[in-house]
Structures are given as C-alpha cells and as structure tokens.
C-alpha cells in the first residue's frame, strides 16, 4: 500500500541570485500544480512596472513594514540591497493547515530564519549555470539600472557564501526541466520523517491500539 502522504503542506524556500529565474520558475510550478501555494511578501521597494499591489508584493512604506514586524505579523524578514522584505504569517500558516505546499521566494537571511524557526521546511537555491549567465539575464531583463544590476551581483557573489544551508542546488538551464526537478525535490521530501509526523503518529497510535487488544 502506499504510504498516506503527510497531511500539512511543506514550507518550501526558494533563493537564487537575482536574475537566477525564481519568479519564472515559481509561477509555472504554481500554474501547473494545485498543491502549491506562492506567500506574497511585504516590502518597502518601490513597484516595478507591471507590478500590482497584492499580486507580487505587499507595497508599504518604512513605518509599516516596521509595525507589522512589531505586532508579530512577519514569520521573517530581511534588508536587501537598502529595502525590508518579510514574509506575512497568516496565509502561511493556513496554506499549509489545507495541505498546500507554500513557496516563499526570499533571500538567503529570511531563509536561515525559516529553517531555525522551522527545521522541516525544505531550503532549495537555484542557480544559473554561469555567474557570466546570471550578468547577461540581468543586463536583459533590462529592469534595473547598471548601478543596480552592480549591487545586485555584488550581493549574488556574498549570498554564494552560504550556499550550503541549503538542502538542494537546482540548475535553471532548462525551464521545463528546473520545475520538474523541484516537483520531485518536494514530492521527494514529503517523505521523510521528519515531515511525516502525522502519518508516524497515526501507525504508532493504531499499533498501541493493536497491542492493547482493541483492534
Ligand atoms: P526583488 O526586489 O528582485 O523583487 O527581490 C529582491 C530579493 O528579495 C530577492 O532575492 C527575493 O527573493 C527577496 N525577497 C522577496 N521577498 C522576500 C521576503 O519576504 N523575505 C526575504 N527575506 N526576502 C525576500
């Protein structure tokens, strides 16, 4: 028989470089499996073209991003490149309480403070093949200054120091093959037991009840 999948979703972390592909990648996996849910984030950076309020973030201004941070509504946050980005507690919390596997695409400080806070979330860093790759789709994205695309690289060569406190490194070379790989990487972890807290208590309970004669 198959093993009863874990009944709560897995909190799913992705970073990459800027530029690495994440926001491409996080909504195919979204469109092509229900079981995902993508957290919005709150943040002090300004809109970019296209962006809308409540779709890619929650745009707010200092004081309250700050605010929220006071009354407990951030499960974490961070400072990138002079702007505060953290990530809301509530939708979180519920998504996975309906078993959804929720995505949080953040940088590499909320992610360590996910995995302190939550040590069975699961931790993935994508990565263009090349840093050379990650300069040329920055410079064609064509969203941000030269100023800006230096800063970010500059971040990209201190966030490839922590690499390793990640679970898994997933190439974006191939689309179709990056969202494959994640689909597996999730479905994959779903089974250990760490995650499967649920399902273990329910076969020791249902043993016991064995052992006690009243199965
Ligand atoms: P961008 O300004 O390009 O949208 O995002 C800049 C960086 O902030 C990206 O690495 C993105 O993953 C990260 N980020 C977005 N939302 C959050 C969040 O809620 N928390 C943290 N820690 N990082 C975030």
Aim: aromatic share 8%; with cysteine; net charge negative.
């Amino acid at each position: 028989m198959m093993m009863k999948k874990n009944k709560k979703g897995l909190l799913t972390v992705i970073s990459g470089f800027s530029g690495a592909g994440k926001g491409t990648i996080v909504k195919k996996l979204i469109s092509e499996h229900n079981d995902y849910a993508l957290s919005v984030s709150m943040t002090t950076r300004k809109p970019r073209e296209g962006e809308v309020n409540g779709r890619e973030y929650f745009f707010v201004n200092h004081e309250d991003f700050e605010k929220t941070i006071a009354e407990g509504g951030l499960i974490e946050h961070a400072q990138y490149c002079d702007n505060y980005y953290g990530t809301p507690k509530d939708y979180v919390f519920n998504m996975l309480d309906a078993g959804k596997n929720v995505i949080l695409e953040i940088e590499i400080n909320g992610a360590l403070q996910i995995k302190k806070k939550f040590p069975e979330s699961l931790l993935l860093f994508i990565t263009p093949p090349s840093a050379e790759e990650l300069k040329r789709r920055l410079v064609s994205r064509g969203t941000e200054t030269m100023d800006v695309i230096e800063k970010r690289l500059s971040r990209a060569g201190e966030e490839s120091e922590g690499i390793e406190a990640y679970d898994y490194i997933v190439v974006n070379d191939d689309l179709d093959k990056c969202v494959e790989d994640i689909q597996r990487i999730v479905e994959d972890a779903h089974l250990s037991p760490v995650r499967c807290k649920d399902f273990i208590e329910d076969i020791r309970n249902e043993l016991k009840a064995f052992s006690k004669g009243e199965k």
